[in-house]
C-alpha cells in the first residue's frame, strides 16, 4: 500500500519561506521516484520538482529553480521541499507525488505520477 503524507504549509508573506514534508510508506522509498506538484484554482497541474531515489539527481521547473529545494531524508523515509523567496504565484495546493518518472529528466513529468498524498496549501501574500 502506498501511501505519502505532505505537512508543513501555511501562509506566509512574498519573500518567505516555507519548509514541506513528505512521509512515505517503507514500499516506495528508495525505489520510486519522489517529486511535487502543485495546482493553483483554475490552473493545471505543475510538476515543480523531483528526485531520483538512486543518484539523488533533482529536477527543477523553471518557475522554482534558484529557489526551491528538494531533497530527502532517508532515515526518515522522507522528501523535503525547502522553498524560499516564495511568491504569490506559488500559492497552490502542493501535493507529494511518487513513480518512476526520473527517467525522463523532467520536473514536469511529476504531473503524470500514479501515487498522490492528499496535499497541503501553501499561500503566498
Known amino acids: 500500500d502506498v501511501q505519502l503524507v505532505e505537512s508543513g504549509g501555511g501562509s506566509v508573506q512574498a519573500g518567505g519561506s516555507l519548509r514541506l514534508s513528505c512521509a512515505s510508506s517503507?514500499?516506495?522509498?528508495?525505489?520510486?521516484?519522489m517529486g511535487w506538484v502543485r495546482q493553483a484554482p483554475g490552473k493545471e497541474r505543475e510538476g515543480v520538482a523531483a528526485i531520483s531515489p538512486g543518484s539523488g539527481r533533482r529536477y527543477y521547473g523553471d518557475s522554482v529553480k534558484g529557489r526551491f529545494t528538494i531533497s530527502q531524508d532517508n532515515a526518515k523515509n522522507t522528501v523535503v521541499l525547502q522553498m524560499n523567496n516564495l511568491k504569490p504565484e506559488d500559492t497552490a495546493m502542493y501535493y507529494c507525488?511518487?513513480?518512476?518518472?526520473?527517467?525522463?529528466?523532467?520536473?514536469?513529468?511529476?504531473?503524470?505520477?500514479?501515487?498522490w498524498g492528499k496535499g497541503t496549501q501553501v499561500t503566498v501574500s
Open positions: 517503507g514500499s516506495i522509498y528508495g525505489t520510486l521516484c
Open positions: 507525488a511518487a513513480d518512476r518518472f526520473c527517467a525522463y529528466g523532467l520536473a514536469s513529468k511529476v504531473a503524470d505520477s500514479r501515487y
